[in-house]
């Protein structure tokens, strides 16, 4: 069985994965924009890299 690439991502380099969650929070917490625009920024950085837990 293959592990799930997040929890290897997170494993193996968990330095740049706490950075990654970081941008994907500051993003989220950004004042001006709508809840839904937040959501499509959210959806756009998980789907560049292919995250499979969003």
């Known amino acids: 069985m293959n592990p799930n690439p997040i929890e290897l991502f ?4 968990s330095g740049l994965a706490s950075k990654y969650d970081d941008l994907v929070e500051a993003q989220l917490s950004l004042a001006g924009l709508n809840g ?16 499979p837990r969003e």
């Open 36 to 51: 839904k625009t937040k959501q499509l920024i959210n959806i756009a950085i998980q789907t560049a890299n292919r995250n």
């Open 10 to 13: 997170e494993k193996e380099f």
